[in-house]
């Protein structure tokens, strides 16, 4: 049965007829694009340097369709390389460094790179890589010191192809190859909630509409800046190189570790609830101008407290509801106490069949990847599945507004209830004391199954200290039965905790 079906394809296309970079290289040449510290970069300087960048490594050996696979945190170095490739019609993916050696070799399986870029020794793994994939190494250097600089703050590129026996020349027709939307821009690897990640490949028209999307209703302009603080092997770190790109603004790389340093650069920033929390109990009382003006926050249930606090600082704080492969968000809305996601964004459809969730739109990936080949994302009808349970609101309040329900695999059986575990993590991430919670169920003689809780708290939470929180808040047999603090070893500061790898940890403190 069709529950609902919301169409926000709008007719007015999103396009350039140029590079992106190139298009605000014409029209305000002048006008800061990138910051980096004490340097920064105008739109022409930006145009020069991927021209400059893509030109070294066509010298290696790059190519149309190359896969560069870039093992790397977030740097103005993975940036311009991300960039550069782009000009050359190739793919940089950028992995996550912290990840085992084992979803490494899993994710350079599916990508079957031609060339490999590590940006620290620390994470060099790439003996047992290169091994698997016949990759070869690329060097990528920016020389971003002050001594090396030029005075018109245009930094210089040291490159140098790994493999000596290979010899490459620089072919004209590679670089002056024209934007074409619907290339693959980038690949970005997602776990769901379970399983072995999948690689989601989007053209660059997939992200200039989630771009386009957003921007309809969350405004950044060329004026505004916006902080590079999420990581680009994240699609919601990609996003905000796209909305840079498609708005013509002004990115910001993080350089100082203080977040209130890093926040007090910027008017845009996207952050998980964690980081917020930490950015207003940081910032000092005695704070007296506060550039930041909007925050998009994601990851997580967003407690109305800290919204609420940021509200009374001047900060505008929205929520959404998205996915990897959607290009990132979804809906979106001014955050506020509903524990709604917001309404559907511009160039987005979604349905709901018996309150399952699909969506299709512009921002839709082109598909599946492996080794150079792309699978369907979609059913048969052009739907993507996402495995989440939702409704619509009623109402003039709420008029349109999803309401994410749970996902379908993760519900479980109590003494004959349904429980989704999202709703009771949504309750436990009220509690002021509680970063992140995920909630399983555990195997129980008299209910079949009960929840117990694993959260990050900055104190310690007794069973009866969150029985009297949540009293009037959930049904009692929703309560969790045990709380277990997460280990040190499940990294707390992502976007998003695994819940594959706590579930793993889980089980075996019960077997």
Not at 67 to 95: E, F, H, K, Q, T
Not at 361 to 383: F, H, K, N, V
Not at 485 to 508: E, F, H, M
Request: with cysteine; glycine share 6%; proline share 4%.
């Amino acid at each position: 049965m069709i529950d609902v079906v919301i169409d926000n394809i709008e007719s007015h296309e999103v396009s350039f007829s140029c590079w992106p970079w190139q298009h605000w290289s014409l029209l305000n040449p002048d006008g800061i694009a990138l910051v980096y510290g004490e340097y920064s970069f105008t739109w022409q300087q930006v145009n020069s340097l991927v021209d400059e960048y893509a030109e070294q490594l066509n010298i290696q050996g790059v190519r149309q369709d190359h896969i560069v696979a870039a093992l790397s945190v977030n740097n103005p170095d993975v940036l311009w390389l991300y960039l550069a490739c782009l000009r050359l019609g190739a793919c940089c993916v950028v992995l996550d460094p912290k990840q085992s050696a084992e979803q490494l070799n899993d994710q350079f399986e599916a990508l079957a790179a031609q060339f490999i870029w590590v940006s620290a020794p620390a994470f060099n793994r790439s003996q047992g890589l290169q091994s698997i994939n016949n990759t070869r190494e690329l060097v990528f250097t920016l020389l971003l010191s002050p001594s090396e600089m030029t005075s018109s703050t245009r930094s210089t590129i040291s490159i140098t192809a790994s493999t000596a026996a290979t010899k490459y020349v620089s072919t004209e027709d590679s670089i002056k190859l024209e934007w074409q939307a619907e290339r693959l821009a980038s690949i970005v690897f997602t776990s769901g909630s379970t399983g072995k990640a999948k690689a989601v490949a989007h053209s660059g028209e997939n992200h200039l509409y989630s771009a386009a999307g957003l921007l309809s209703v969350f405004s950044y302009r060329a004026s505004d800046s916006w902080l590079l603080s999420l990581p680009l092997f994240h699609v919601s770190g990609l996003a905000i190189v796209w909305r840079w790109l498609s708005a013509g603004g002004q990115v910001v790389l993080p350089l100082a570790d203080s977040l209130v340093e890093q926040l007090s650069q910027v008017t845009h920033a996207s952050l998980v609830p964690t980081q917020l929390r930490r950015y207003l109990n940081e910032l000092g009382a005695d704070q007296e101008v506060i550039s930041l003006k909007r925050i998009l926050l994601g990851g997580a249930v967003i407690p109305v407290v800290l919204t609420d606090k940021a509200k009374s600082l001047g900060i505008d704080c929205w929520s959404g509801y998205g996915m990897t492969e959607m290009a990132s968000t979804v809906t979106a809305k001014p955050a506020d106490d509903s524990v709604g996601v917001g309404t559907l964004l511009a160039h987005r459809c979604l349905s709901l069949i018996d309150k399952q969730i699909k969506v299709r739109g512009r921002s839709l990936g082109m598909g599946y990847y492996y080794q150079g080949a792309l699978s369907p994302i979609t059913d048969e009808s052009g739907w993507l599945v996402t495995g989440d349970l939702g409704m619509i609101a009623q109402g003039d309040a709420l008029a349109d507004e999803l309401f994410i329900l749970g996902r379908q695999d993760n519900m479980f059986i109590s003494g004959g209830e349904n429980i989704h575990p999202e709703q009771i993590e949504r309750i436990l991430l009220s509690h002021p004391f509680i970063n992140q919670a995920l909630v399983f169920p555990c195997e129980d003689v008299e209910f079949g199954h009960r929840p117990i809780a694993v959260i990050d708290a900055i104190a310690y939470l007794s069973v009866d200290d969150m029985n009297k929180f949540l009293q009037n808040k959930l049904v009692k047999f929703m309560w969790p039965i045990n709380y277990h603090s997460l280990p040190d070893a499940i990294n707390v500061n992502s976007i998003k905790l695994n819940r594959a790898s706590v579930q793993l940890w889980v089980t075996s403190l019960y077997e």
